[in-house]
């Protein structure tokens, strides 16, 4: 049978499936906490939110074991998420059909070829700029053995625009009913009341419940991270 709670966000690295799963989960569960969001807005520690991403659970260290099959992967994945009394979790699985198999409705988080240079920048501020947990601090020290700081920056966003543009059609839109398109220009910069009712439609979540504050923190840090880029690469 498949989980019917659960709702996977499949998005890739820079679009804001942490931000989005936080985001929803506290409109699931009507919390009006402000999130936490680091400097830039990466969304990791919001507490609030299940991130399943390169075979391991960040929110809880388990290792997911790398070397698995991505169907092996979901299996686990599938059994611990229901541990939580949280709907929402974000996953860098693009195999969606996969995701299906096991789970009613999916989210994934889309992008266009024209957003892949933003998506890139944001990416690299947040990640390798921003993230302070032990998995990028270990990646950055590594770097630093034989790169600049901006060499290391530089050097990132180049292949977060190779990746993105090589998973495009994974992060397309097509016709399916049991998955649910968000586009990252409907997270970042469009109006957001076209986004709180086209959630709040098919999600079943009272308008009300999201929270717009958080929206609004995380698109001026998310820009703040933006106009920070061309600082890091000199």
């Known amino acids: 049978m498949k989980n019917n709670f659960n709702i996977p966000i499949t998005y890739a690295g820079g679009t804001g499936g942490n931000f989005l799963s936080s985001w929803l989960n506290a409109a699931s569960l009507n919390d009006q906490s402000v999130l936490n969001y680091s400097e830039y807005g990466n969304a990791h520690k919001t507490n609030i939110n299940i991130l399943y991403g390169g075979g391991m659970n960040i929110s809880t260290g388990t290792n997911l074991t790398k070397h698995l099959s991505e169907e092996e992967k979901i299996l686990l994945i599938n059994d611990e998420v229901k541990n939580y009394h949280l709907r929402f979790f974000a996953t860098h699985m693009a195999n969606k059909n996969l995701l299906l198999n096991y789970f009613e409705k999916i989210i994934i988080i889309t992008y266009k070829k024209s957003n892949i240079e933003e998506v890139s920048i944001v990416h690299t501020v947040k990640w390798a700029k921003d993230d302070d947990s032990p998995s990028v601090k270990k990646w950055v020290e590594e770097k ?29 839109e097509e016709v ?37 504050e958080n929206l609004f923190k995380w698109r001026e840090l998310t820009l703040k991270g933006i106009k920070k ?6």
């Open 176 to 212: 399916n009913e049991n998955i649910i398109y968000v586009s990252w220009n409907n997270l970042y910069n469009e109006d957001y009341h076209v986004l709180v009712n086209k959630l709040s439609n098919q999600l079943d979540i009272p308008k009300e419940n999201f929270n717009l």
């Open 144 to 172: 630093l053995k034989t790169n600049t700081y901006p060499e290391m920056y530089s050097s990132f966003m180049k292949y977060q625009k190779v990746s993105l543009l090589r998973f495009l059609t994974d992060f397309t």
């Open 229 to 234: 880029f061309p600082e890091l690469v000199i």
